[in-house]
């Protein structure tokens, strides 16, 4: 074991795949002596060489391009998109050949290519590099969405994402980049589709991922404090989700909160709640709830942007009232 930032976490995750297998590369803006955001690509381009590690033009929809040709002639790339504001730049690459490709062509082509995206708020960076587009992937069909929110998870899940035969939105948070943890250096990557129960609790399943999942655990460790134990669910993959963790959860403790840094509106948020409800509302002692940020672009300001962000006070206070609504309605 090893303590790294979610940072290098990536970082040793690629060069340790690109030793393993000759195919994978990676591409993007600014990736060589820079080393990218945050040195995620740090020294890569000194060990494995331009051809592996490639500085490109500022043009998100011929990164892209280039990728999904690549991918399709045999490679695997890994895309850098920089924020995942840019991302919308090569949104039809995206959506209308890498997620189509293997559906159209009958299976005679799989498309291994990973899109490295960075979302959430980080202090000051304003509307046009503060989204968080999570929902936009995941309503594409063909496409795998992972999101990350240790760095343990950091470095077994982009392992995954880099052998993963479909196309990978890979959505890093980046006010996770300098976070620090415990990482497994020799550890096989983790399975995708699974999630991991963070704290067990029984009164409340709380469903979080990424950058929210610290507030949500600190905010159930406010709670534990009152006297009410919140099972904290760490998503990891957006898609597929893990349905059996999130409902074998929510059929115990009867409610289900789901929080989320993105717009609340039309969130992944409505999903679960959706799905859980179709499926679980005989099981449900109240209706379930989703936190998000307003609909509004993300403010430069600092005082304004901390009104925008879901904060471990409004968590308390939200979990504190399904609690009190259940038990005024004699439910468990």
Not at 10 to 30: C, I, N, Y
Not at 118 to 130: E, T, V
């Amino acid at each position: 074991m090893a303590v790294m930032t979610y940072a290098q976490a990536a970082q040793l995750a690629l060069r340790q795949e690109m030793q393993r297998d000759p195919r994978v590369w990676a591409l993007g803006e600014d990736l060589g002596p820079e080393g990218g955001v945050a040195g995620q690509y740090l020294d890569l381009q000194r060990e494995f060489g331009r051809d592996r590690i490639v500085d490109t033009p500022i043009s998100e929809s011929t990164i892209m391009g280039s990728a999904i040709g690549a991918a399709i002639c045999g490679t695997r790339p890994v895309v850098e998109l920089r924020y995942a504001d840019f991302g919308l730049c090569a949104a039809d690459e995206i959506v209308n050949q890498a997620a189509k490709a293997r559906y159209m062509l009958g299976g005679q082509v799989r498309v291994p290519v990973v899109i490295r995206q960075q979302i959430g708020f980080r202090d000051g960076m304003a509307a046009q590099h503060s989204q968080s587009t999570e929902a936009w992937w995941v309503h594409i069909p063909g496409l795998v969405v992972v999101a990350p929110a240790t760095p343990s998870d950091s470095h077994e899940l982009l392992k995954a994402a880099i052998r993963c035969d479909d196309p990978v939105i890979y959505m890093e948070h980046k006010e996770l980049w300098t976070t620090s943890g415990e990482v497994d250096t020799a550890v096989e990557p983790a399975p995708l589709g699974r999630a991991l129960v963070r704290r067990h609790g029984t009164d409340l399943t709380l469903v979080t991922w990424s950058g929210m999942l610290p507030d949500c655990l600190a905010a159930a460790e406010t709670l534990s404090a009152r006297g009410v134990q919140v099972e904290v669910i760490d998503l990891r993959t957006l898609w597929p989700w893990d349905r059996d963790t999130v409902f074998g959860s929510v059929a115990r403790t009867g409610r289900l909160l789901v929080v989320h840094q993105a717009v609340r509106i039309g969130g992944f948020g409505a999903e679960l709640v959706a799905e859980t409800t179709e499926c679980l509302f005989g099981d449900l002692d109240c209706a379930p709830r989703r936190l998000g940020a307003p609909r509004t672009p993300v403010p430069y300001s600092q005082p304004l942007e901390a009104l925008c962000r879901v904060s471990e006070a409004q968590i308390v206070a939200t979990v504190l009232a399904m609690v009190g609504a259940a038990a005024s309605t004699g439910h468990r």
